[in-house]
């Protein structure tokens, strides 16, 4: 069966630190996706980004980096320079065959920077 | 990417009332979804509104409880029927691109006292 770990329940550092957010993934999938959301205090989820499970690839947009390592099966999310407004929920999810593509979900990991 | 809207964005409801959501793509979608969160907890997935059959419900939920109509590629709704306090929740409608991208539109905070 598939399942997404996001450890830290709650994180908090004060702005201009760098943080990485936690996820680790289980799955018998050779072919996945990893998905990265972020839930403003508003409530809408906001899509991050999506990385096949064939592209171990680091990714970085902006402030924003991730390293997926397939070795661990993690998908680990950092904020360089943090600022207030990246003051969120952030989810991990997972989807493959084993799930018929649905979301699997991490149980979020709530961010707060401090000015 | 896909803009997804939904109305209403937040109700009031009494108990043994029903609601109806709309959820609304700026786009056409081959899948699209429904989904409910508690405060403070993760999504937890209603059912995959097909479009031109029933929709597919997961564990725990429940055709005459949850309704759901997609007419077109473009357009859903979710009903939730004869209310209770448990039932109090956002409910999320979602909807995956063709590069399985999923989107999200800003929810539906209900309340039923």
């Known amino acids: 069966a598939q399942k997404v770990t996001q450890a830290q329940t709650e994180i908090s550092v004060v702005e201009k630190e760098d943080v990485t957010l936690d996820c680790v993934y289980e799955?018998?999938?050779?072919?996945?996706?990893l998905f990265w959301y972020k839930q403003p205090p508003s409530g809408e989820l906001v899509f991050l980004i999506r990385?096949?499970?064939?592209d171990e690839q680091n990714e970085i947009s902006g402030r924003y980096s991730w390293n997926f390592q397939k070795s661990t099966s993690s998908f680990n999310f950092t904020i360089t320079a943090s600022q207030v407004v990246d003051s969120a929920v952030y989810f991990c999810?997972?989807?493959?065959?084993?799930?018929?593509?649905?979301?699997?979900w991490g149980a979020g990991t709530k961010l707060i920077i401090k000015p | 990417s896909a803009v997804i809207s939904q109305k209403p964005s937040r109700d009031i409801c009494q108990r043994g009332t029903s609601l109806t959501i709309q959820c609304q793509v700026d786009?056409?979608?081959?899948?699209m979804f429904w989904y409910r969160q508690q405060p403070g907890q993760s999504l937890t997935l209603i059912a995959t509104a097909n479009q031109g059959s029933e929709a597919t419900y997961e564990s725990g939920f429940v055709i005459d409880k949850f309704p759901i109509s997609r007419p077109n590629l473009t357009f859903s709704t979710l009903t939730v029927s004869n209310m209770s306090p448990e039932d109090s929740s956002i409910y999320l409608c979602?909807?995956?691109?063709?590069?399985?991208?999923?989107?999200f539109g800003p929810g539906t905070r209900l309340t039923v006292t």
């Open positions: 979602s909807a995956e691109t063709e590069v399985y991208e999923q989107y």
């Open positions: 799955t018998r999938d050779t072919t996945y996706y």
């Open positions: 999810a997972l989807s493959g065959m084993d799930s018929n593509y649905q979301l699997i």
């Open positions: 786009s056409q979608v081959t899948m």
């Open positions: 990385r096949n499970s064939f």
